[in-house]
Nanobody, 121 residues
């Protein structure tokens, strides 16, 4: 089992920046993907950015060029640097950790409690 904990949300003005952190409770030796998802009121949860095996990154089109995901394997932590924030970026941001078997099947799927990001216009 892996516990996931996010931090770093808050209130920021449009155009500002925030950095979110996500820590896994233990080191994960299998292949893993860690990522950020967000859910705004009345909307479905959507992918923001993922990082696979600490190097391969993927971003939603809406955040490309503004958000950067990075990882620190030694700390079992990932970060989401969010710049040029827009009111439409406001949501609860969730961290997700997926682990995989040697043949690529998902062996674990863990979610944090979420952290609120509010962007004022």
């Amino acid at each position: 089992q892996v516990q996931v904990a996010e931090s770093g949300g808050g209130l920021v003005q449009a155009g500002g920046s925030l950095r979110l952190s996500c820590a896994a409770s233990r080191s994960i030796t299998s292949r893993k993907a860690m990522g950020w998802y967000r859910q705004a009121p009345g909307k479905q949860r959507e992918l923001v950015a993922t990082i696979m095996d600490s190097s391969n990154t993927n971003y939603a089109d809406s955040v490309k060029g503004r958000f950067t995901i990075s990882g620190d394997n030694a700390k079992n932590t990932i970060y989401l640097q969010m710049n040029s924030l827009k009111p439409e970026d406001a949501a609860v941001y969730y961290c997700n950790v997926k682990t995989f078997t040697t043949i690529g099947a998902i062996s674990g799927d863990y979610w944090g409690q979420g952290t609120q990001v509010t962007v004022s216009s």
